[in-house]
């Protein structure tokens, strides 16, 4: 006999949390993780599981409405599960990840709040994405409302965004405010296209369809890249979509596509053919150039990327004459920005092709005092890694969001050098990191930075300084 699910009456949602839920408490304090509230509102929280000694559930009733909510823009809002907090205003938003970072250093680091700076918010607050990525499937989501419906509901296959929880599954998207109205053209002419010359859309159970993925990016120089990712390969019948695609909208920069017939979506190991173009488009940050590639990792929203290096160079205090390590360097878009700052920049990057584009970008650029290295951080960053490019007098540090390797952060302790300028995309294991580090490190400044509106999602930039013994 299944167990009856409690319900928790009063509870106050006081903030946010990670992957759009809120947090509450009720009239004992006891803490709750909830789906469906916002902070400020009052409800009662239908308990449906308990994960880390913490309820988890859904807003049943809401007694008493936030005075922060306010109307989502997007008619997908709450569907699609991209945008948690459009319903929240923007700068109540900025206000709880403010929070989210001080309550992470304090609880996980133990450092004091009064090192975290304010928040620098983002503008645009919408279309600020640089990349999409959009799913064909033969199976589209549908709605509680048109489950519940009497009416014949329309179950044709979809293309726009996996619903949450779910792999094959995808919420058809109309219109997303994420990224700029072409991006919704492209989509919305390719649907219509593969609609009318009957291209099958992929089956995620069957893993058989003609369609998968496409991925549309964009810079803020106005170029777009393309590209359409098959699961067959029907020569004819890929070129006569690329060419339509080409036809109809001659802003595209670069179109590509590629024939995926493996079980995962993922394109970094296959060969992705240009159709129309150059094969990729230029960005630019400051007075840096880039070349973006098919493959190519580039922070998704241009704007705050600029603003966040901006920033890290304050931090950092460069005059010059300094040798800089940039640990996890991609496609060397930190380490590039900052090389007119410094003597010297020398990147690790365990993605070879990454590490190729951070190469022609330097050519690009014509900057001669940065090189990149293919290898795993902790396996590179060793005595001979120092002996052969010199003692850092800086470290530059952007980890993917699982942080530090533990051997990564034993070897900064040795290494000891004098600064250390930590950009995190989750200050949880920020927090982690910078706990570790505290033996021979202070944390003398820290800065959140919002790159994702609308998301649960921020940045943080921490200064450590290398403590004075004796």
Known sequence: MARRKKTIENVTITGIADKGKSVGRDANGKVYFVDGAVPGDVIDVLVLRKKKGVDHGIAKTIHKLSDKRIDPVCQHFSVCGGCKWQNLEYAEQLKHKFQNVKDAMRRIGGLSEELV??????????????????????????????????????????????????????????????????????????RDFAFANEYSFYDFRKHEGDLRNIIVRNSTLDQWMVTISFGTNDLD?????CQHVCDTFPQIT?????????????????DVVPFHGPGCMEEVLGDVKFQIGPKSFFQTNSHQAKILYDKAVEMAQLNGDELVYDLYSGIGSIGLYLAKYCKMVVGIETVEAAVKDAEV??????????????????????????????????????????????????????????????????????????????????????????????????????????????
């Open 361 to 470: 970008n330097r050519q690009i650029n014509d900057i001669h005092n940065a090189a990149f290295l293919v290898g795993d951080v902790k396996d590179l960053l060793n005595d001979t890694f120092v002996s052969t490019y010199g003692s850092p007098d800086v470290i530059m540090t952007d980890p993917p969001r699982a942080g530090m390797h533990k051997d990564v952060v034993n070897t900064l302790l040795q290494i000891k050098t004098e600064k250390i300028v930590y950009i995190s995309c989750n200050p949880a294991t920020q927090a982690r990191d910078l706990s570790l580090l505290s033996d021979a490190y202070e944390v003398i400044q820290m800065q959140p930075v919002d790159m994702f509106p609308h998301t649960s999602h921020i940045e943080n930039i921490a200064v450590l300084k290398l403590k004075s013994h004796g």
């Open 237 to 241: 019948r890929i070129e006569a979509l």
């Open 254 to 270: 670069s179109l590509l596509y590629v024939v995926n017939q493996k079980l995962n979506d993922t394109i970094l190991d296959l």
């Open 117 to 190: 700076q304010p928040i620098i918010g983002a503008d645009p607050v919408y279309h600020y994405r640089n990349k999409l990525e959009y799913s064909f499937s033969s199976k589209r989501w549908l709605t509680d409302d048109e489950i519940r419906s009497d009416e014949n509901i329309d179950q044709s296959p979809a293309l726009g965004f996996h619903a949450p929880g779910t792999y094959d599954k995808v919420v058809d998207i109309q219109k997303c405010h994420l990224q700029e109205d072409l991006s919704d053209d492209i989509r919305n002419e390719i």
